[in-house]
């Protein structure tokens, strides 16, 4: 069996490799890493989980022990599509490269100019960028590219959905034609493909099968809903309160406009909760991202790109209230929690516009997945409208700014704006039966003080998260919905402009 030294890093980098507790390369660092060491430019398919950054980082780290950076020449660049991914791969540098001396900047959107350039100016050895910010340096005077050995485009599909691949190739035309390119993508579009033809030089391929499995300790439910918004929260709202083993969980929107909707009415709620979306300021995400880790926030509503490939070791639930589009998108989701032989649990909401999205993931991952009390043919009748459709903004609705005109959506829209259109009163209707609750609410809360009680406190409903029984009447039903479980209309306010500070989450 291949070991890290089999493989030709140097000592400081496997003492570093050692002390993280790593002793197998994954089959991207076994495969990537000897070559990269020969200086051979590297066609990595791979996705994030794999071990995809280290099978850069460590043959970067033994090459850069030769050689002392110039001010305003690095030596390296790593071209992320994510502030976040960014800010992990430099983690990852300063975790392998604890026995080194070399100065890592990371330039990404977000953080002051100035800070940047002092360290630009004291020489990088490796600079970190998101495409945008590195151009902005570029166009200021700051940087001198011609100094890069090493380029890494990492997860260049994901660039080019985001559109930066127009930035990548001005980038690229910046650096010298001699230099070593690794570049790394899960998928191979044509397009991708093509603009690998153009940058990589006789590349040693190294293909990782995509994880088309979920791992065994993790129990995965799916649960029927309705597809009205506030249905779906209050079912959700249920299922968290119904968990004895929650310790912290993921809960995974589609869209960044639901992932703000869905934090806030959590945060109404008294849940413990924060929110990491792409229109987040990088502050807000870093401190989001620490205080989740660190146990201060329990629950983190997210969507797919914010979290994507974000290392957070050790997630009890995941939530998907979406049911994602691509089901590779549902492996990846479930794939936060149960890591490392350690059991966890997947809940996924199901409305009946989602049965092409579960079809296609059970055959991805090859297994039927049980249902939460009854499918979709078990959900109660649906009832009428309590707001006669007036004061819920629809989805289309939300799409737009207070003008009217429709917002600019790069970040998790995918197509499923045709999957969640607005909907008719028959999606209306109390989904709640569908799961059980217990007393214990370790996710939530208390209130401040100050903060005005909420109406099930008003009406001395304790247990607020307690399912309708099934013989009430709809009167009964729709009452209790409201008072206890239903967070209405968006308010007319903010609209979906959450500000950032808002985002901001405290200590529990
Ligand atoms: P990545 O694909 O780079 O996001 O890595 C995913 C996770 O795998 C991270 O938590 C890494 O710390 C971990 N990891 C990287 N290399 C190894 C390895 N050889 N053995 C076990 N875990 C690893």
Request: glycine share 8%; net charge positive; hydrophobic share 35%.
């Amino acid at each position: 069996m291949t070991t890290f030294s089999d493989l030709g890093l140097s000592q400081k980098v496997l003492s570093a490799v050692t002390d993280a507790g790593y002793t197998i390369p994954t089959p991207i660092q076994a495969g990537a890493i000897p070559p990269a060491l020969q200086r051979r430019d590297i066609l990595g398919i791979a996705q994030t989980g794999t071990g995809k950054t280290a099978s850069f980082v460590l043959p970067m780290l033994t090459l850069l022990e030769k050689g002392r950076a110039r001010a305003r020449m690095p030596r390296t660049l790593i071209l992320e599509p994510t502030r976040e991914l960014a800010a992990q791969v430099a983690e990852n540098f300063e975790k392998y490269g604890k026995n080194h001396k070399l100065n890592i900047a990371l330039l990404i959107g977000g953080v002051s100019f100035d800070e940047q350039d002092r360290k630009l100016e004291r020489g990088a050895d490796v600079l970190i960028c998101t495409p945008g910010r590195l151009l902005d340096h570029c166009e200021r005077g700051k940087l001198l590219m011609t100094g890069v050995e090493i380029l890494v485009i990492d997860e260049a599909d994901r660039m080019l959905d985001m559109g930066f691949i127009p930035d990548i190739e001005r980038i690229a035309k910046l650096i010298p034609f001699t230099r070593q390119t690794l570049f790394f993508s899960a998928t191979m579009p044509p397009e991708i493909q093509k603009l690998a033809d153009r940058f990589l030089q006789n590349p040693e391929r190294v293909e990782v099968a995509p994880p088309s499995s979920t791992a065994k300790t993790v129990t995965q439910r799916f649960v029927a809903a309705h597809a009205k918004d506030y249905e779906k929260r209050a079912v959700l709202r249920d299922l968290i309160g119904a968990q004895q083993e929650l310790k912290n969980a993921i809960i995974f929107c589609n869209r960044k406009v639901d992932v703000a909707d869905l934090f806030r009415s959590l945060e109404r709620h008294g849940f413990s909760v924060g929110a990491l979306h792409g229109d987040m300021d990088q502050r807000s995400r870093t401190t989001m991202l620490a205080n989740f880790k660190d146990g201060g926030i329990k629950l983190l509503v997210a969507s797919d790109v914010a979290a994507r490939g974000l290392d957070i070791p050790d997630v009890s639930h995941v939530f998907n209230f979406d049911v994602p589009i691509h089901a590779e998108d549902y492996v990846h989701r479930i794939g936060r929690t149960g890591r490392a032989g350690r059991s966890g649990a997947a809940f996924t909401l199901v409305t009946k516009r989602d049965t092409k999205f579960t079809d296609a993931i059970e055959k991805l991952i090859d297994l039927k997945i049980e249902w939460l009390n009854g499918d979709l043919s078990a959900l109660p009748a649906p009832m009428e409208s309590f707001d006669n459709g007036k004061s819920d903004r629809s989805k289309s609705d939300r799409g737009r700014d207070r003008d009217g005109k429709r917002g600019r959506r790069n970040d998790t829209d995918r197509g499923a704006s045709s999957h969640k259109s607005d909907t008719k009163s028959d999606d209306i209707a109390i989904a709640s039966e569908a799961v059980t609750t217990t007393k214990a609410e370790p996710v939530r809360t208390e209130r401040k003080a100050e903060t005005k009680p909420q109406n099930s406190q008003r009406n001395g409903n304790r247990n607020a998260s307690a399912p309708y029984p099934a013989n009430d009447d709809n009167r009964d039903r729709r009452n209790r919905y409201r008072r206890d479980h239903d967070d209405g209309p968006t308010p007319v306010g903010f609209g979906d402009d959450i500000p950032a500070f808002m985002l901001i989450a405290g200590k529990a």
